[in-house]
């Protein structure tokens, strides 16, 4: 089994930066891509970004680019999403997620390990 525990989301005014952590346990070497995605309310589930296994690649869906970065360390088995430039429309729930498949893909379907979630809120 893999498990997924998200951290470092809060409360942050507009034009901010947070930095949101995921910490990987389990049968970690099962782990390939991984990828944020993020749901606000009253909205479904959408894709932030994803990277490949050893951080080569990556994808952001258009409204965080140039503003988010995803990052992975897997010596420390933790994947990494910096937030600059927070927006009011970027209050979420952020999640993480992680499959052995090699393509980034961004869609739910595509990710079979699930964290809990941390809270983002972005005040104007």
């Known amino acids: 089994q893999v498990t997924l525990v998200e951290s470092g989301g809060g409360l942050v005014q507009a034009g901010g930066s947070l930095r949101l952590s995921c910490a990987i346990s389990?049968?970690?070497?099962?782990?390939?891509?991984m990828g944020w995605f993020r749901q606000a309310p009253g909205k479904e589930r959408e894709f932030v970004g994803g990277?490949?296994?050893?951080?080569?690649?990556?994808r952001y869906t258009d409204s965080v680019k140039g503003r988010f970065t995803i990052s992975r360390d897997n010596a420390q088995n933790t994947l990494y999403l910096q937030m600059t430039s927070l927006q009011p429309e970027d209050t979420a729930v952020y999640y993480c997620?992680?499959?052995?498949?090699?393509?980034?893909?961004?869609?739910?379907?595509?990710?079979?390990?699930w964290g809990q979630g941390t809270q983002v809120t972005v005040s104007s």
């Open positions: 997620a992680a499959d052995r498949n090699y393509v980034i893909i961004p869609q739910e379907d595509g990710y079979h390990y």
């Open positions: 389990g049968r970690s070497f099962r782990i390939n891509i």
């Open positions: 990277i490949s296994w050893n951080g080569g690649s990556t």
